[in-house]
């Protein structure tokens, strides 16, 4: 591709600016998307891509240009979207916010269409200004763009077979469309995922009601004040999973709703004062169980998490033979 050479001598004068710039908002979004779980990817503008958007005629003028450099926020859903833009908004100088949905889009089309964020860094001085013609890294104008996780994968998959290519095939675009159709609905459910959730048809499926069986009876404990609350599992969805792993595992068939009950037993019975605050909840149901000969070893594919705490409290686990080791 030939680069006009006034393009080419610009590119060059405002490189170490935009790349000044680069820098500065990499550092600022990506630590606030690490903090909060969010994807993140950048990209400086090439002199190729540059001189494409210029013949694409919308642009007046080299201060127009509105992407030298841009990166993109990749959220859960969209829920999340206006957490992003206010964060924009309270770091960076944000000239303007072009929504989702704010474009005139026909209801039968499908294309790109994500919220893009317009900004420059903040100036540290109010009023602080150059002189006219003067570089400034205050006048770089850059773009933050936020997409779902589900939009994001189909802008990576479709940009270069069906728009950044040499062919011009209606069956490409088409395609690219309706995987952006699946993409709307796909954004669309998950927004309305409890609600949606009502009318999906259920099948009885024996291990998951054991492993809810499990999950409720534990909320219960929490609830009726027989466990300490530093003892609430992060995600009870996961310790449900990973007991009733423990469970099968047993050389014992072992009834979930026994054990729950010999569980609830121990609790009512103890003050809650008592239950140690060293172990993981887990750990404390793992002992119990095999205290009470629920339990009984050697398990089948299951390792414990057997910690010096534990067998501190309980010396009767010393005889478990598959035990998880931080030596090895």
């Not at 891509?49 to 990166?71: H, V, Y």
């Not at 150059?130 to 104008?141: C, I, L, P």
């Not at 088409?174 to 954004?187: C, F, G, I």
């Not at 299951?302 to 010096?308: E, R």
């Amino acid at each position: 591709m030939i680069i006009p050479l006034k393009l080419l001598q610009k590119y060059e004068e405002w490189k170490p600016y935009v790349a000044y710039v680069e820098k500065i908002v990499v550092d600022t979004v990506l630590n606030f998307c690490q903090a909060h779980g969010f994807a993140f990817s950048s990209r400086r503008k090439t002199v190729d891509s540059l001189a494409e958007k210029i013949e694409t005629g919308r642009f007046g003028s080299w201060s127009e240009l509105d992407d030298l450099f841009a990166c993109t926020v990749i959220v859960p859903t969209l829920v999340e979207e206006p957490r992003v833009i206010d964060f924009c908004c309270s770091v960076f100088d944000v000239i303007r916010v072009k929504k989702l949905g704010d474009a005139l889009k026909a209801p039968d089309v499908f294309r790109f269409d994500s919220t893009r964020i317009y900004a420059r860094l903040k100036s540290p001085e109010v009023g602080m200004s150059n002189m006219e013609g003067e570089k400034s890294v205050f006048d770089v104008q850059f773009e933050v763009q936020v997409r779902t996780a589900f939009e994001h994968a189909w802008s990576m998959a479709t940009h270069s077979l069906a728009y950044k290519t040499h062919e011009i095939d209606w069956k490409r675009l088409r395609l690219a469309s309706q995987l952006k159709a699946t993409v709307e609905q796909l954004d669309a459910l998950i927004l309305a995922y409890d609600q949606v959730l009502q009318k999906v048809s259920e099948s009885r499926w024996p291990d998951l009601e054991k492993k809810k069986k499990i999950s409720d009876a534990t909320l219960g404990f929490f609830e009726e004040r027989l466990l300490p609350e530093e003892l609430l599992p992060r995600d009870l969805s996961r310790f449900s999973d990973n007991l009733y792993a423990l469970l099968k595992s047993s050389s014992t068939t072992v009834n979930v709703t026994r054990a729950l009950r010999i569980i609830e037993e121990e609790l009512r019975s103890s003050s809650i004062d008592r239950i140690p605050r060293s172990i993981s909840l887990l750990q404390y149901f793992l002992a119990i169980l095999i205290t009470r000969s629920v339990l009984q070893p050697p398990f089948e594919n299951y390792v414990c998490h057997i910690t010096p705490e534990l067998l501190s409290l309980y010396p009767n686990l010393k005889d478990i033979d598959k035990v998880f080791g931080y030596n090895t």
